[in-house]
């Protein structure tokens, strides 16, 4: 058996290279696994900043200098910021309010709907069963209020985060998109001068996770944006929230478009129960997702997203599990660096074999 062991890291751990590579990205893992709270801005700046990469190239390919193509992304990154702040932002915080109030109603008439179960349906639902269902609803009611109380108690504490967010997240993205030359320089002059496997991981990685990220934002914005036009045109109340809700549940593959049609049910039921305008909001939002899924998703991600669904299921919940909400918008891009990194791995041990030879 140790003979086996020892085979096997000879194979895969012989070369220097190798094990610089399995150092650094060792490092960064438990980097973000320990600080990922406190670097949360830079790496909001971070995924900005490679938002605003494509533009800024088309700047300079335009004539501009780097500078005057750096300062003008950047008032078009804040109008943008502003517009989400002062104008989005507000309306649908209103609507969450509104939900929120409306929650308890909800659940009210659910517990009626509950209580004519055991009527229609003797044998399958008992009485004691729909107590129970009840009793778990109304814990939920109440959880849900002290939640809103902790949450305005806590108000002040949100509110200073999300200006550190609005001062230092704009600074953060003018210097990484002004300097980013110089901040790769300094970065790699930390590296070994032999690096040629890392090279040829980050070469493939730099320019998928570049993609991936424009390309999510992008998907997040028309799914968001159509959802939004076609719930206006159904009447459906809460049209904002649940729009930004079916927009980033694209960020989770399969599992967020399947979460989010709860609470669209929900909402369309209680507001009109069982009818037309019921079926019509769900086969208008099932035709959004296989739009998605089917048309969009292979238009942004052709070349990107190369993996198995179960591949990508299990990135999300290993890497969302690991770094909440980072891990699971990078679940992608990192399953791709591993996948890279298996692939390039070999190819560069024997490519040093061969050498050495």
């Known amino acids: 058996m140790l003979k086996v062991v020892k085979g096997w890291i000879d194979r895969y751990f012989s070369d220097e290279e190798a094990l610089g590579l399995l150092f650094i990205l060792i490092t960064l893992m438990l980097v973000i696994m320990l600080l990922g709270n406190v670097l949360a801005p830079f790496l909001t700046a971070l995924v900005i900043a490679y938002l605003l990469q494509g533009t800024m190239n088309y700047c300079k390919a335009r004539g501009l200098s780097h500078l ?68 778990q609803v109304g814990d939920e009611v109440a959880s849900l209020g002290q ?95 649940l729009a930004i809700a079916v927009g980033f549940s694209v960020l989770v593959p399969y599992i967020g478009a399947a979460v989010v049609t709860i609470p669209i049910a929900l909402v369309a039921y209680f507001q009109w129960g069982i009818g037309d305008e019921f079926t019509w909001v769900l086969v208008v939002y099932a035709i959004i997702q296989a739009l998605d899924g089917n048309v969009l998703v292979p238009l942004l991600f052709s070349e990107v997203v190369n ?15 690991l770094w909440g909400f980072w ?26 074999t061969e050498e050495a030879q």
């Open 68 to 135: 005057t193509a750096t300062i003008a992304v950047f008032l078009l990154f804040m109008a943008v910021m502003l517009t989400l702040l002062l104008i989005i932002l507000p309306a649908t915080w209103n609507q969450l309010i509104q939900f929120i109030s409306e929650v308890p109603r909800m659940a009210s008439k659910g517990q009626e709907l509950l209580l004519l179960l055991p009527e229609r349906y003797p044998e399958l639902v008992s009485v004691e069963q729909v107590k129970e269902w009840t009793k």
């Open 147 to 241: 939640l809103a109380v902790s949450f305005s108690l806590t108000g002040i504490t949100g509110l200073m985060a999300v200006l550190i967010y609005c001062v230092l997240v704009p600074i953060l993205v003018f210097f990484l998109l002004k300097d980013s030359t110089q901040i790769l320089t300094w970065i790699t002059g930390f590296l070994p001068a032999k690096r040629s496997l890392l090279k040829n991981v980050w070469s493939e990685m730099d320019e998928q996770i570049a993609n991936y990220i424009r390309g999510k934002a992008l998907e997040i914005v028309i799914v968001g944006g159509v959802t939004y036009i076609a719930f206006v045109i159904l009447g459906l109340n809460y049209a904002a929230l």
């Open 307 to 321: 993996l198995h669904p179960v591949a990508i299921i299990v990135a999300v919940l290993v890497f969302g599990g």
């Open 327 to 352: 891990g699971v918008f990078f679940a992608i891009p990192l399953a791709t660096l591993f996948k890279a990194v298996l692939r390039a791995w070999p190819v560069a041990l024997s490519a040093g």
